[in-house]
Structure formats: C-alpha cells, structure tokens
C-alpha cells in the first residue's frame, strides 16, 4: 500500500504562484501515474494534470500553460506548480497515485488553496 502526504496549499493573490507538493511511501516501485485533483464544494472532483511512468503528461484546458506537473528523481514525490493563478482555481487540491495491480488508486488527505485578492 502507499500512503500519501500532502502540503503547500494557502491562500494567495490573483496571478500569485504557490507550489503543491505530495509525497508518496511504501510500495512506490508499482506506481505508474501520479496526478491532482480538484474539488469546490457542491462540485464534482475534476482532474488537473497526470505524470505517467513514461514521462507523458496531460492538463486540464483551464489550466494548460499556467500549471506544471512534475516529480522527483526518486519519482516518489509529485509537484504542481501553479502560476497566474486566478480566482476561479480556488479549491481542495488531492494528490492521486495509481500503480500495477492496484484494486484502486489512492488519494491524499487535500490541500486547500485560496486565491483571493
């Protein structure tokens, strides 16, 4: 199993940056795609951007050339970078893994960000 640990959400301006950080443990070897999520109340989670194991990466339009996905060499750990933001990127944030043979993918416990003048 892999547990998840989450931070670097806050509140922020308008065309602020803040940088998301998730942090997986345990069986990482079988991961095979890390991504976030986000979540405003009374609204379905919607999904921002996925680093697969081969490099690829994909974005959501609303955030595509504001938002970077990334992960470290030990590939045990998943950034968003969020430039420009706006108002409208105001949400709960979940980090989500998935790996071979998993039953289900896992997600973190969410990080709040506000962006807000």
């Known amino acids: 199993q892999v547990q998840l640990v989450e931070s670097g959400g806050g509140l922020v301006q308008p065309g602020g940056s803040l940088r998301l950080s998730c942090a997986a443990s345990?069986?990482?070897?079988?991961?095979?795609?890390m991504g976030w999520y986000r979540q405003v109340p009374g609204q379905q989670r919607e999904l921002v951007a996925h680093f697969f194991r081969t490099g690829s990466t994909n974005y959501a339009d609303s955030v595509k050339g504001r938002f970077t996905i990334s992960i470290n060499n030990a590939k045990d750990t998943v950034y968003l970078q969020m430039n420009s933001l706006k108002s409208e990127d105001t949400a709960v944030y979940y980090c989500?893994?998935?790996?071979?043979?998993?039953?289900?993918?896992?997600w973190g416990q969410g990080t709040q960000v506000i962006v807000s003048s």
């Open positions: 989500n893994v998935g790996g071979v043979g998993w039953g289900k993918s896992v």
């Open positions: 345990g069986s990482i070897s079988s991961i095979v795609v």
